[in-house]
Structure formats: C-alpha cells, structure tokens
C-alpha cells in the first residue's frame, strides 16, 4: 500500500501532538508533510479557503477547537462558505482538544494520579475542558504535575509554565484513541474521517 502524503494545520503545539497520534493509532500509511501552526484560530479562519485549495495538491487535515460556536457545522460553514474539497479533512474538537485528552479517563487519572471517577464520561458535554483538566491537576499526588500543569498561585497566567509540555508527553506516551473516542463524540468522528479517507487525485 502506497504511502498517503497529509500536511496539517493545526492553532498550536498540543493540537498538532494529538493529529499526529490519531494519524500514527489509525494504521493507515500516512505521510505527513507541512504543518501549518499559529497560537489560535485566527490564522486557520484566515487561511482555510488557501489550505482548501491547496488540498487539490497534497490533502489536509485541520483541526481547530469548538470554542465558543454553537456546532462543528457552524464553523465549517463560516469558516468555508464554498464547497470543501475532498481532500481537506476539516475535525472541531468539542469544546477543546483537551477534552480529547481526558476522553482516555483512566490513561489520564493514571497520569495525574487521581480517582477516574473525577472525570466525566461524556466529556464533550463539559464547556470548558481546559478548567476542568486544570482543576483535576490541583488534586494530583504528583507535585511536578501539579506544577507543571496549574498556573502559579496568583499568577494572571491561564495555564502553568509546562502546560503543553507534560501533556503532549501524555500524548505521545499513555494516551489511546481507541478507548477515548469511547468518552467523546467529537473524537469518535474525527477518526472515522481519518480512517476512511481516501484522496482524490
């Protein structure tokens, strides 16, 4: 089988750590190329109608975060108000891609050394995963993560100073989409697309 050539485009580090994991756990014989990367959304918004056409080439897979949007199919549509080409795979992570992370409850109670029963099954249920990881990482039993993780004691900060760090090694070593996608919907569909994909040349 034939190598797939994808590049991403991704709002930042963490994002492209877990596209990267999906694209290594599918099985499929990916193989990445560019990955286009901004800290948020702004530049996905930008550029999504250049990454479509661009998609013509070589495809894309882009991933943003639902935020503050009613559903995936708003954002598409606003973002891309013209037909997508087949060969741009366009996932929202519902609410966040942190909540793609605590989808694999008990990989990141493991993780975090706390009680799986603290985080929530339907995880793309929760409107902002993000203060959730952050809280359940008050409560971990390992001071380094808790560091790491949870932005200093009246800091203006939103997240600790190896925030990304210590969960994209959670990322590229504990976590499973096969048992995550079982918590998140968001995910589940994500990696059908990327499963079932298959380029248009």
Known sequence: MSDIPINLA?????????LREILKQSQRPFSIGN??????????????????NAAK????????DLDRNECPLAVLSDWLPYPKHPNLIFRVAVVEVEAWLLAHRKAF?????????????????????????IDLA????????????????????????????????FVNQNW????????SRSLDRAMNAIIH?????
């Open 10 to 18: 991704v709002e930042d580090d963490l994002s492209e750590a877990v």
């Open 35 to 52: 990955c286009l990367k901004r800290r948020g959304y702004g530049y996905l918004k930008k550029n999504l109608r250049g990454i479509n």
């Open 57 to 64: 080439g070589s495809p894309y897979l882009v991933l943003t």
């Open 109 to 133: 109670a493991d993780f975090l050394g706390i009680s799986i029963d603290l985080i929530p099954h339907d995880i793309d249920s929760e409107t902002d995963p993000k203060r959730l990881l």
């Open 138 to 169: 008050k409560r971990s039993r390992k001071r380094n993560l808790r560091d790491a993780i949870v932005p200093p004691q009246g800091s203006t900060a939103k997240i600790g100073r190896d925030y990304n760090g210590q969960l994209i090694e």
């Open 176 to 183: 499973q989409v096969a048992a995550a996608r079982d918590c």
């Open 197 to 201: 994909f298959e380029p248009t040349w």
